[in-house]
């Protein structure tokens, strides 16, 4: 008997442009379902930004349906005021989770990057090709946000499976990964 598919969706907040990306779980087989930016940017009123951000959200929950949302920690800068708009823009994020009953999942930038490269300091494209060849698929968006987002809802599901003490994809961890892969391997 086949496990029930469950539905991740991963969220990249930013109050210029916010990443979201979603995966459905099979067992072992990992599907995108989908992957894209909301740009609040271009809205200029804060507040209108932030409600642009619950309702895009609130939005994608009620199309897909996720049993799991995880979003992106934001990372420490120096600008104040950009940390408290990117704040805002996580917590809305967060509250329209919460709204449709979804426990929420936070993950530091590095811990995804950790989690889907090996490498906690991996450059964006480095993410990117390597999402491209989990989840099999051959579009590099515009903006990296989509896929970083798209990288917190993964690494949400490697994350989940490793306390579970399950494997994903079939694979024993990275070594079992590079012995069945040798081609994707990169040699310095």
């Not at 991996?122 to 989509?146: N, W």
Request: proline share 4%; glycine share 10%.
């Amino acid at each position: 008997m086949q496990k029930p598919a469950k539905i991740i969706l991963g969220i990249d907040p930013g109050t210029l442009v916010m990443g979201y990306g979603l995966i459905r779980v099979t067992g072992t087989k990992t599907e995108l379902l989908e992957l894209g930016v909301l740009k609040p940017g271009n809205v200029k009123d804060g507040y209108k930004k932030l409600q642009l951000i619950f309702n895009t959200v609130s939005g994608l929950i009620t199309k897909y349906q996720p049993d799991a949302f995880a979003i992106e920690a934001p990372f420490f800068g120096k600008n104040v005021q950009s940390m408290l708009k990117l704040g805002r823009a996580q917590g809305v994020a967060i509250a329209a989770a919460m709204r449709h009953g979804l426990e929420v999942t936070e993950y530091s930038p590095k811990k995804v990057k950790q989690s889907i490269t090996g490498n906690g300091n991996a450059g964006k494209e480095q993410v990117m090709k390597m999402l491209q060849a989990l989840l099999s698929f051959k579009e590099s968006p515009r903006h990296f946000d989509a896929t970083d987002a798209l990288a917190v809802a993964l690494c949400h599901h490697f994350q989940v499976n490793a306390v579970l003490g399950k494997s994903t994809a079939g694979s024993k961890g990275w070594d079992d990964f590079i012995k069945k892969n040798p081609g994707r391997v990169l040699k310095k």
